[in-house]
């Protein structure tokens, strides 16, 4: 059984058998490729912020190491009991040096979020004038110790504001994991 198809049918059969072919060729190899394609650029681009971090990290070496020396350096040592001692001799120099009265220090052990470290939090109450108060934190902050200021709070004692209550919560950091359970 054979089929004439009269020259017109012929030709609309072969256009429908491309785009039937092209729409299966879109799907099968075209489409597949377009998103390898971009898949690839997008993994390019990541690649090439990876290199430029790592170049950056180069260049930025020898200052991180020395920043890392420094901070090393200036953490609290291993004994729980010296680096409690440290604290407090500090913060009662810093007291007497700018001239504030240290009310009540509570210094409580945390862990660190990782096995590496571990936490000294000091909660302090300082009194003084504003200028005292601001030399006691400026001698805080420049101490060779690791320390951060957490929070702070400052209140005002009398009705003048000349007397000034701070409170502080002072965390030191010691490079070592704190014994005992977590």
Not at 80 to 94: M, P, T
Request: glycine share 8%; net charge neutral.
């Amino acid at each position: 059984m054979k089929i004439n198809l009269p020259n017109r049918q012929v030709l609309l059969l072969k256009i429908a058998a491309v785009g039937v072919g092209l729409l299966i060729l879109n799907s099968v190899v075209i489409g597949p490729l377009g998103d390898l394609w971009s898949d690839h650029a997008a993994e390019i681009r990541r690649l090439r912020t990876s290199v430029a971090d790592g170049r950056s990290l180069i260049v930025r070496g020898p200052a991180l190491r020395q920043r890392w020396s420094e901070m090393q350096h200036g953490a609290l040592p291993r004994d729980q009991a010296q680096s409690e001692h440290d604290l407090i001799s500090g913060l009662e120099n810093w007291a007497r040096a700018s001239g504030v009265e240290l009310g009540s220090q509570k210094p409580l052990w945390k862990h660190g979020t990782t096995d590496d470290y571990s936490l000294l939090e000091c909660r302090l109450d300082a009194t003084g004038t504003l200028m005292a108060l601001t030399r006691f934190i400026y001698e805080l902050e420049r101490a060779p110790l690791a320390l951060r200021v957490e929070s702070d709070e400052l209140l005002s004692r009398d009705d003048s504001g000349q007397r000034l209550t701070l409170s502080l919560i002072v965390t030191g950091l010691k490079l070592s994991p704190l014994e005992g359970k977590p």
